[in-house]
């Protein structure tokens, strides 16, 4: 089992930045991919980021050049670092953790945390 943990966000003006944090924990060592998810009100989840063991990144188009992802892997943090926020980007971020089993993969989420921009 893996255990996930957010922080980091909050109420921002349309411009600013934030940086969430997603520790992980319990059996870290099966994890292989790491992301960020979020989702509006009214709408789907959808992918934000992820990267993976190898390093490996991933975005979607909506906040490429705008956010950064990055892991400690000692700490076995995932950070997400938000630039450029603007009201479209207001949504609750999910933390996800990915680790692969024999017939597929086994997700993790953390509880989730708000992020509001205001205009």
């Known amino acids: 089992q893996v255990q996930l943990v957010e922080s980091g966000g909050g109420l921002v003006l349309a411009g600013g930045s934030l940086r969430l944090s997603c520790a992980a924990s319990?059996?870290?060592?099966?994890?292989?991919?790491m992301g960020w998810y979020r989702q509006a009100p009214g709408k789907e989840r959808e992918l934000v980021a992820t990267?993976?063991?190898?390093?490996?990144?991933k975005y979607a188009d909506s906040v490429k050049s705008r956010f950064t992802i990055s892991r400690d892997t000692a700490k076995n943090t995932v950070y997400l670092q938000m630039n450029s926020l603007n009201p479209e980007d207001t949504a609750v971020y999910y933390c996800?953790?990915?680790?692969?089993?024999?017939?597929?993969?086994?997700?993790?989420w953390g509880q989730g945390t708000q992020v509001t921009v205001s205009s």
């Open positions: 319990g059996s870290t060592y099966t994890i292989n991919v």
């Open positions: 996800n953790a990915e680790s692969p089993t024999r017939f597929g993969s086994t997700k993790y």
């Open positions: 990267i993976s063991r190898a390093g490996g990144t």
